[in-house]
């Protein structure tokens, strides 16, 4: 079974504070992505990498990075966190080509204060 | 833009009555498209993948279809229990990319 880890369930930070959330896949798949869900607006998508060191922007990447140093490894870091960066963070993986199934890992639940 | 569309937005059902999640797309380009269900509070786990080749998939109780010329997929649940409860959710591929559309999702209810 792919397995994909997030390293926080719930995560409470301040405002200015630097964010770090990681995500682990264990199937060797070379796409990774980074969502973010809120209610009403649903998924969007923050950040893909479709190989190491390398990454693409998504719809909505301001105010966020992303580091791709290891094939089962994709960070997805808030420089300087906001309120408005409060919401539900989701990391997917899945193979090369684009027919293939998408797996997401459980969440990591991010309030600022 | 693809546009991917889900009704009703929410349902409630008693135990053990069949149903039909919908799921509507406006770019009938699509590669593939995938259910999902997500629970309160936590990731969303896979339930199928159907191929824009394939017109159905099942697994278990759950039987879904595409129809790509109508712009259509139905996600159908036999013999619904309440641990079906849960947001489902259907998503397409952007054209060109990788990453996915999302519908807006299905909070089903089943009442014991």
């Known amino acids: 079974d792919v397995k994909v880890t997030q390293s926080s369930r719930y995560l409470v930070k301040r405002t200015g504070e630097k964010v770090f959330l990681e995500c682990v896949q264990d199937?060797?798949?070379?796409?990774m992505f980074w969502y973010r869900q809120d209610p009403g607006l649903g998924l969007r998508l923050i950040y893909f990498?479709?190989?190491?060191?390398?990454?693409e922007k998504g719809d909505i990447p301001e105010g966020y990075s992303v580091s791709r140093e290891k094939k089962e490894r994709f960070s997805l870091i808030l420089e300087s966190a906001s309120t408005n960066q409060t919401s539900m963070y989701l990391c997917a993986s899945n193979r090369g080509a684009r027919v293939y199934e998408q797996y997401f890992g459980p969440g990591t639940r991010l309030t600022v204060t | 833009k693809q546009e991917v569309t889900q009704i009703p937005a929410a349902l409630s059902v008693p135990e053990g009555e069949n149903l039909v999640l919908n799921c509507s797309f406006t770019?009938?380009?699509?590669?593939?498209l995938q259910w999902f269900r997500q629970d309160p509070g936590k990731g969303l786990t896979s339930l199928l993948l159907i191929q824009s080749s394939q017109r159905e998939q099942t697994s278990g109780r759950l039987n879904a279809s595409l129809d790509k010329s109508s712009g259509r997929s139905t996600l159908y649940i036999a013999a619904s229990q309440p641990g079906d409860s849960a947001t489902y959710l259907c998503a397409v591929p952007k054209r060109g990319a990788n990453n996915l559309f999302f519908g807006t999702g299905t909070r089903l209810t089943v009442i014991p």
């Open positions: 199937m060797d798949h070379e796409n």
């Open positions: 990498s479709y190989d190491v060191k390398m990454k």
């Open positions: 770019d009938s380009a699509i590669y593939n």
